[in-house]
């Protein structure tokens, strides 16, 4: 198969944004900061951002050593946009459900609507990473997300 492949493509895409937040769902993201470049910039809802794998890698071992905690990232609507050389751009709804304590919880509506905007980046060895990634909050609840 053809990697400029539109349709692979967006497969690829698809399945980056899934084993992401499926790692920080079931492995508290010790090794989220590998998904990105080694200057990728996260930004959450609240704007803040981390630039580079290490900030990435303690943001979310500080989000560990804060204790309990269920989270479920939940992603929908994912658009990619047509790529250009070895980059490409998607966009995507992102619904938190989140609460500090051990499972089972009880069932709350979600802590944050966004929207998301990734540029993703595919490395000499065909690996796609994100080179950035810009979570911009359009409904949020009562509960913190972490920050």
């Not at 990435?56 to 990232?73: C, N």
């Not at 609507?77 to 304590?101: C, H, M």
């Not at 905007?117 to 911009?136: E, N």
Request: with cysteine; charged share 30%.
């Amino acid at each position: 198969m053809d990697p400029s492949d539109p349709l692979r493509i967006r497969l690829e895409i698809e399945q980056l944004l899934l084993d992401y937040w499926h790692e920080v769902d079931t492995n508290w993201g010790r090794q989220a900061h590998e998904f990105f470049t080694a200057d990728g910039v996260f930004r959450n809802s609240v704007g803040k951002a981390r630039e580079g794998q290490d900030a990435i890698k303690e943001f979310y071992g500080m989000r560990h050593d804060r204790g309990p905690r269920v989270v479920r990232h939940v992603v929908t609507n994912l658009r990619v946009q047509p790529a250009v050389g070895e980059e490409v751009t998607s966009s995507w709804i992102l619904q938190i459900f989140a609460s500090d304590g051990e499972p089972p919880l009880p069932s709350e509506p979600a802590i944050l609507l966004a929207d998301v905007t990734d540029v993703c980046r595919r490395d000499a060895g065909g690996r796609w990473r994100y080179v950035s990634r810009r979570i911009d909050g359009l409904f949020k609840g009562e509960k913190p997300t972490t920050t």
